[in-house]
């Protein structure tokens, strides 16, 4: 029954890409193994991201079990597709019980799906991790897919309020190009330092994010504004420093040593 609602949902976000004209395309799929436990820790810069994940992740056979902001699970109609699908809600606050879960999960041989930024990074940059994937990775032997995404931040994401003080709203706009990039898998072993090794991942997503942003046909043109491209590299979006009041960021968290300082 779970697979048998993950494809219908799955069929619906690709028909309202295919709405949009959202050109969606993955490299490194190899990577993703099409059996067995795997965590897949992917960067985090739209509300759609999950959708082309998913997309990707379907494609090659896996159904990912996501970890999720606990309060979908608040409506419904939503929260009972959520449960049939297997994802798990997270409390921030207190997420010792999506932990355990999710160990469950990989135990199983599912393939586990997260955003170790814990939210969207106003900065589009890899802000803060949690040290939960690597912590999972530690005790279950599961590989750790590192996964970039870009191009989303141009369908719906955050920024800054506009004059009216409205946030930004999702954009019809069709035709946007989407990449999505699998890195190599990364072991993490029981001895292996929690903090050293996340900040390792931190710096392996940084790099592949990178990658993506500095491909031609998605660097902004000469001359044009652009909030949804990052500052460091010639963008207008808040750099880390500006978009630190904005990043709500558990205190768990382990700060960057990775990308631009």
């Not at 170790?116 to 005790?139: D, K, N, Q």
């Not at 990364?186 to 929690?194: K, V």
Request: charged fraction near 20%.
């Amino acid at each position: 029954m779970s697979d048998r609602v993950y494809r219908v949902t799955n069929a619906l976000g690709r028909t309202a890409l295919r709405l949009l004209d959202v050109d969606t395309r993955w490299t490194g799929e190899e990577h993703l193994p099409v059996r067995g436990p795997v965590l897949l820790a992917a960067t985090h810069v739209s509300y759609p991201d999950f959708v082309v994940l998913e997309q990707a992740a379907v494609a090659r056979g896996r159904f990912v079990r996501f970890l999720c902001r606990h309060d979908v699970w608040h409506v419904p109609v939503v929260r009972t597709a959520m449960d049939r699908m297997r994802h798990v809600p997270v409390d921030r606050a207190a997420p010792a019980g999506a932990y355990v879960v999710a160990r469950g999960l990989l135990r199983e041989g599912e393939a586990v799906g997260a955003f170790p930024e814990a939210g969207i990074s106003f900065s589009y940059t890899v802000r803060s991790l949690m040290p939960g994937v690597v912590s999972l990775a530690r005790e279950t032997g599961a590989p750790v897919v590192p996964v970039a995404i870009w191009g989303t931040q141009r369908v719906w994401s955050v920024g800054l309020p506009d004059a009216r003080g409205r946030k930004p709203r999702p954009s019809l706009r069709r035709g946007r190009r989407v990449d999505v990039s699998f890195g190599a898998p990364l072991i993490f072993g029981a001895g292996d330092d929690l903090t050293e090794s996340t900040r390792h991942l931190g710096s392996v997503l940084t790099e592949q994010l990178e990658a993506l942003q500095l491909l031609p046909h998605h660097q902004p043109r000469p001359g044009v504004r652009a909030p949804w491209y990052p500052a460091h590299l010639g963008g207008h979006a808040p750099t880390r420093e500006e978009a630190a009041h904005l990043d709500v960021v558990p205190r768990s968290a382990i700060r960057p040593t990775w990308g631009p300082s």
